[in-house]
C-alpha cells in the first residue's frame, strides 16, 4: 500500500527521521487515503517530545503541549505533531485529563478509538495497521481498537463517534462493538455538550444521516436526544403519512442536501409531535399546532447541546414555518417572505418536499404542484424586486421626519403601515405615492 503524503508532510517525517526520531502520519488522514478520499488535514505521530520538536522545526504553535501536541507551520499551513502517547481517562475536555508520553508507535495506535483510525504511514515502513484497520476498511465495519468496553469506559464519546464514523462511510458497527455501546451509552450523560454537537452535526450533515436510527437502536439518543426517542415511539395514523414520526424524520433528511441547518432543520420539523398528539375515536392521529411545539423544543435542545446563536435561529424558524400556510397568490407570497425573512424563505420549498417525499403518496403531486406555483410566484417578485420588507420602502423615517412627524414609535408604525399596503400592491411604492397615503393616514 503506497500513499502520496504531501510534500509539506514527507518534509516533517524527514525532518524528524533525520533527527533520529520516528515519525509516521496518522488517523483520520491515514485512513481517508486508503480509502482514496482526500484528507481534510494531516496529523503526524513521532518519538519527539514536544520541546523536540520545537528544537527542530523554526515555526510552531502550542497547541496541546501538555497533551504532546505541537502544530508546525509551513508556509501558512500548520500540522498538528503529537508526541506517541498513553491516554488517561477522558473526562469532560477534548482532550484526556491524563497522558503518558511513550517510545512505542504501537502503544500510541492501541489508544485510538476505531481500527480504521489506528492506522499509520510513512514512506519507510509504508502502511503501519496492527489493529486490523485496513481489512475493517475492506469488510466496512467500525470497530473498537482492543476492549471495547473499555474503550468506551476512557472516553464515552467514542459511542457516538462510532455511529458517526458508520454514517461518514455507510460501514456498519461490529457486534461487540455495539453490544458494548448498548451497555454503556448512558455514560454520554458525562460528556460536554460542545463534544457530542461536533459528533451530531457529522452525523447529520453525512451521507446517511438516516443512520440516527442506529443511535436509537443503540442507546444514544435516548442519551444526547431523548425528544428523538419519542418520536421513534409515537405513530402516525394518517392517509398523509406512511412511517410513524421518527422513520418520518429520518427519511425527509435523506431529502435535503449535506448542508447542517437544512438537515437539522427536517431533524427537528417534527419533534413536536409527540406533544401535541391526538387520537381520533376511529384512531386517526393528529398534531396540530406541532410546528410551534415543535420551535419550542428546538431552541430547548439546541442550547442545551450549545449551538451557535446564528444557527439556532435559522433552524427554530425552518421548524416554526415548515408547514406555515403561504396563500397562493402574489400578495400571499410577498406577506411570507416578509414574515418568514428573505433569508430563510427559499430554504422552506427544499424543507417542504423532503416533507412531502418522507410522506405517502396521497396527494403527493397536488402538494408539490403547490409548492412549484408557490415558489414561480417567488422567483417573479425576486425578478421584480418587489419590496418585501421594510427597507425595500421607497420611503424612510428620515423622509418622515422630513414631513414633520417627531421621531419615535410613530414612524415605526405609519412605515409598517405603509410596507402593508405596498406588499398588498407593490405599484404604490413609490416615494409620492407614499408620502401621499401618509398624509391620508
Ligand atoms: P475527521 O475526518 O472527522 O477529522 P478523524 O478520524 O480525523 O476524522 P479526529 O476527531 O480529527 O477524527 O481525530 C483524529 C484521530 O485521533 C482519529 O483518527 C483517532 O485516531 C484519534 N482520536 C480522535 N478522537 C479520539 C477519541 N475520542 N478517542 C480515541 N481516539 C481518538
Ligand atoms: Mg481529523
Redesign the pocket.
Known amino acids: 500500500m503506497q500513499i502520496r503524503l504531501p510534500k509539506k508532510v514527507h518534509n516533517i517525517i524527514n525532518t524528524l527521521e533525520e533527527a533520529g526520531y520516528e515519525a509516521y502520519a496518522?488517523?483520520?488522514?491515514v485512513?481517508?487515503s486508503v480509502l482514496g478520499r482526500t484528507p481534510?488535514?494531516w496529523?503526524i505521530t513521532t518519538s519527539a517530545k514536544p520541546d523536540e520538536m520545537k528544537r527542530l522545526f523554526p515555526r510552531t504553535v502550542d497547541t496541546g503541549i501538555k497533551h504532546g501536541t505541537v502544530t508546525v507551520l509551513l508556509g501558512g499551513e500548520g500540522f498538528e505533531v503529537t508526541t506517541y502517547r498513553i491516554?488517561g481517562t477522558?473526562e469532560d475536555g477534548r482532550h484526556p485529563s491524563e497522558v503518558t508520553f511513550t517510545a512505542s508507535l504501537k502503544e500510541d495506535l492501541r489508544?485510538?478509538?476505531?481500527t480504521i483510525?489506528?492506522m499509520a504511514y510513512n514512506e519507510r515502513d509504508g502502511l503501519v495497521d496492527l489493529y486490523g484497520g485496513l481489512a475493517d476498511i475492506e469488510n466496512q465495519v467500525i470497530r473498537c481498537v482492543g476492549n471495547a468496553e473499555e474503550r468506551f469506559d476512557e472516553?464515552a464519546?467514542?459511542m457516538l463517534?462510532a455511529v458517526r464514523f458508520s454514517a461518514q462511510l455507510g460501514y456498519r458497527i461490529d457486534e461487540t462493538t455495539g453490544e458494548a455501546i448498548k451497555a454503556l451509552a448512558p455514560n454520554l450523560q458525562k460528556i460536554s455538550a460542545e463534544r457530542i454537537q461536533v459528533e451530531l452535526v457529522?452525523l447529520v450533515v453525512s451521507p446517511h444521516p438516516d443512520y440516527l436510527r442506529n443511535a436509537y437502536e443503540l442507546g444514544i439518543t435516548a442519551q444526547v436526544l431523548p425528544e428523538f426517542d419519542l418520536c421513534m415511539e409515537t405513530p402516525q395514523r394518517h392517509k398523509h403519512h406512511c412511517y410513524d414520526v421518527g422513520e418520518h424524520i429520518l427519511h425527509s433528511m435523506l431529502g435535503v442536501e449535506p448542508d447542517k441547518v437544512l438537515r437539522l432543520g427536517m431533524l427537528f420539523h417534527d419533534i413536536g409531535k409527540p406533544q401535541t398528539l391526538t387520537v381520533d375515536p376511529d384512531g386517526t392521529t393528529h398534531n396540530k399546532r406541532h410546528p410551534f411545539e415543535g420551535e419550542k423544543i428546538t431552541r430547548k435542545v439546541m442550547r442545551r447541546l450549545k449551538f451557535d446563536n446564528d444557527t439556532t435561529d435559522k433552524v427554530t424558524k425552518l421548524v416554526l414555518y415548515h408547514d406555515y400556510d403561504i396563500a397562493p397568490t402574489e400578495a400571499g407570497v410577498r406577506r411570507a417572505v416578509n414574515r418568514i425573512g428573505e433569508e430563510i424563505f427559499p430554504m422552506i420549498f427544499t424543507v417542504r418536499r423532503a416533507d412531502i417525499a418522507a410522506q405517502s403518496d396521497y396527494m403527493r403531486e397536488e402538494k408539490l404542484a403547490k409548492v412549484a406555483y408557490i415558489e414561480k410566484l417567488y422567483r417573479e417578485i425576486l425578478s421584480r424586486k418587489e419590496a418585501v420588507t421594510l427597507k425595500d420602502l421607497a420611503i424612510s423615517g428620515n423622509d418622515l421626519i422630513a414631513e414633520g412627524m417627531p421621531s419615535g414609535r410613530q414612524i415605526g408604525e405609519t412605515l409598517s403601515a405603509l410596507l402593508e399596503r405596498v406588499l398588498d400592491d407593490p405599484s404604490l411604492n413609490t416615494k409620492e405615492i407614499l408620502l401621499k397615503l401618509y398624509k391620508e393616514l
Do not use: E, P, S, T
Request: with cysteine; net charge negative; hydrophobic share 20%.
Open positions: 496518522v488517523g483520520g488522514c485512513r481517508d481534510d488535514d496529523d491516554d477522558y489508544r485510538r478509538d476505531f483510525n489506528a472516553d464519546l467514542r463517534r457529522k
